[in-house]
């Protein structure tokens, strides 16, 4: 099992609509979790991050996690084109040195 | 602007060749990381350095090689014990490497090697 799933997508979604991106992990005692965004032959940039049960917003995006069910996931509320881009799940396992692993990324197309 | 500064962008390697990727940070952060991605993968850890003069091992080690003589400067030495070594490095940097924070990874743009 993976420690981290993403569903690879594409995710497609129209201008103004929200998209949902979903991530899972296998071990419950992550800590930590966090949302990057990958322009193609770009480095990944973090959108933001979200230690808490719950929901953490931060302009147009919402992170979402539930540790019970092991999920977090991120809504993009009036996706524009310029979102386009593949979104990177990553999850602290714990330990020692917090180690980051990263899921495989979804691929987001907001057509207009 | 603080950052992170890798170089070559692009960088070509003929099979039995050792190559050197540069990474350099003016953020004074303490802990340094390379990771390789590849096509329809996520990131792995290479290695990682918490502090100067001290390195660990990643996920996938075997090929690789570091230094992490000054704060500011981590290259990676990708040899030729590495088998595949075509991919996109990234190296990256955490202001601490533990507490608040220890895990927001800045990243460089990138180093794109291809083995030919």
């Known amino acids: 099992q993976k420690e981290v799933e993403q569903n690879s997508g594409p995710l497609s979604v129209p201008e103004g609509a929200i998209a949902s991106l979903n991530c899972t992990y296998s071990?419950?005692?992550?800590?930590?979790f966090f949302w990057y965004r990958q322009y193609s032959g770009k480095s990944p940039e973090l959108i933001m991050f979200?230690?808490?049960?719950g929901d953490k917003e931060d302009g147009r995006f919402t992170a979402q996690l539930n540790k019970a069910s092991q999920y977090v996931s991120l809504l993009i509320r009036d996706s524009q084109p310029s979102d386009s881009a593949t979104y990177l799940c990553?999850?602290?396992?714990?330990?020692?040195?917090?180690?980051?692993?990263f899921g495989a990324g979804t691929r987001l197309a907001v057509h207009p | 602007d603080g950052g992170i500064t890798q170089s070559p962008k692009y960088l070509f390697r003929k099979e039995g060749q050792n190559v050197t990727l540069s990474c350099e940070q003016n953020?004074?952060?303490?802990?340094m990381y390379w990771y390789r991605q590849d096509p329809g993968q996520g990131l792995r850890l290479i290695y990682y350095?918490?502090?100067?003069?001290?390195?660990q091992k990643g996920d996938i080690a075997e090929g690789y090689s570091v230094s992490r003589e000054k704060k500011e400067s981590f290259p990676l030495t990708v040899t030729s014990a590495q088998k595949n070594p075509t991919a996109f490095y990234l190296c990256?940097?955490?202001?601490?490497?533990?507490?608040?924070?220890?895990?927001?990874?800045?990243f460089g743009a990138g180093s794109r090697l291809t083995v030919l």
């Open positions: 350095s918490q502090i100067v003069n001290d390195f």
């Open positions: 990553a999850v602290t396992l714990p330990g020692g040195y917090n180690k980051l692993i």
């Open positions: 071990d419950r005692g992550s800590q930590s």
């Open positions: 953020l004074n952060h303490d802990a």
């Open positions: 979200i230690y808490s049960n």
């Open positions: 990256a940097s955490t202001r601490s490497s533990r507490g608040a924070g220890a895990n927001v990874l800045t």
